[in-house]
């Protein structure tokens, strides 16, 4: 049987994850930092995130994903380097495909491209299995202030923009690395961003 802990943390997935169905934009832990998530499918739920962060729409974000298996499902290619440095991966790792699909228009890059990062963080990994969709993931700021590593540190107007706060990991204070950023091509051509 569950633990109390146990099924408040299912009831918050739960929540979160209707929050995003409908159009909802969310402030949630990722493995990164905290970030402003949208169901990636939803294009005016994108443009919230936009307008929330006074960012260009010509600055792509990214999504977080919970598996290679549902990787294959929304990237039509994946190339055999892109599945090797996700093998090899010791910590967070963005990779951006040429060919992401079923995702709204808005949130791939000009060229289409779209970074992924298959998420390690519990409450991130579970809210995508419980979306059965990527999750936009970007940081909860407005463009060109700090990133806040915590979440005592995001700002009242980012607080106030998104329309629920996930209570899990509020108080965690431990340290995060950045996400690597790497480009596959689908002829399997790595570039280091980042």
Known sequence: MKSQTELQFDAEVRHAADVLREGGLIL???????????????AEAVSRIFELKRRADSKSMLALLDSVESLKVWVDH?????????????GPLTIIYDSPK????????????????????????????????????????ISGQPTPHFFNEICEEIR???DYAVSYRRDDLTPCSP??????????NVTVIR
Request: glycine fraction near 10%; include cysteine; proline fraction near 6%.
């Open 78 to 90: 994946v190339p055999p380097q892109a599945m090797t440095l996700i093998e090899e991966a010791t």
């Open 102 to 141: 079923g995702v709204a228009d808005n949130l791939t890059a000009p060229d289409g491209s779209l970074g992924i990062r298959i998420t390690s963080e519990r409450f991130s990994a579970e809210l995508c299995r419980a979306l059965g969709a990527p999750v936009v993931s970007t940081s909860a700021n």
């Open 179 to 188: 996400s690597r950023i790497v480009k596959v091509s689908d002829m399997g």
């Open 28 to 42: 949630y832990p990722t493995d990164t930092v905290w970030g402003i998530g949208a169901d990636a499918r939803n």
């Open 160 to 162: 106030k923009g998104v």
